[in-house]
T-cell receptor
């Protein structure tokens, strides 16, 4: 069974601060996705990274896929209250079904 | 937003009773998935479908069955609900497998088994 561990589990910061969330595994994934989930809703896809070492930027969010395709990070610059939510990483398996394995999540709260 | 609905959105039931949750999509996506979300476990795959009448088990399939008789509907059945099945259940859809198996999620069903 492939496992994805996220750290930290909880993060409470003030508006304007920077933060990094980590997603680690001992398994290799075909690709890795990041989702954000708000209370009472389903997760929403933010990004997919495919190539080892790949870096993708979406406005203030920077996503990186590890060189060995076993880990990833999400960096948020100048966090805003609208960034508050549960961040989930998900590894796409190498089998034909390409099933997703989700991390346990990082709950982020950004206060004024 | 992808057109996915789940019904019911909330349900309270008693141990031992059968329960069926419905996922309906209007996107004509081939792949459909059922997950459960519990504190400390993230999202775990229960069953998935890769076409009409084509389904397979996920990592936590015991006690659950599924059916997909048409593209737009994917049903999850708890044959005899137990308290350990109290959870939030999410349906997801995708139009491809492989590297870009990007999934769109429904709003979830909160199930409580007393």
């Amino acid at each position: 069974t492939q496992l994805l561990e996220q750290s930290p589990q909880f993060l409470s910061i003030q508006e304007g601060e920077n933060l990094t969330v980590y997603c680690n595994s001992s398994s290799v994934f075909s690709s890795l996705q990041w989702y954000r989930q708000e209370p009472g809703e389903g997760p929403v896809l933010l990004v997919t990274v495919v190539t080892g070492g790949e870096v993708k930027k979406l406005k203030r969010l920077t996503f990186q896929f590890g060189d060995a395709r076993k880990d990833s990070s999400l960096h948020i610059t100048a966090a805003q209250p609208g960034d508050t939510g549960l961040y989930l990483c998900a590894g796409v398996g190498t089998g034909t079904a390409s099933k997703l394995t989700f991390g346990t999540g990082t709950r982020l709260q950004v206060t004024l | 937003d992808a057109g996915i609905t789940q019904s019911p959105r909330h349900k309270v039931t008693e141990t031992g009773t059968p329960v069926t949750l419905r996922c309906h999509q209007t996107e004509n996506h081939r792949y459909m998935y059922w997950y459960r979300q519990d504190p400390g476990h993230g999202l775990r795959l229960i069953h998935y479908s890769y076409g009409v009448k084509d389904t397979d088990k996920g990592e936590v399939s015991d006690g659950y069955s599924v059916s997909r008789s048409k593209t737009e509907d994917f049903l999850l059945t708890l044959e005899s609900a137990t308290s350990s099945q109290t959870s939030v259940y999410f349906c997801a859809i995708s139009d491809r497998a492989g590297l870009y198996n990007e999934q769109f999620f429904g709003p979830g069903t909160r199930l409580t088994v007393l």
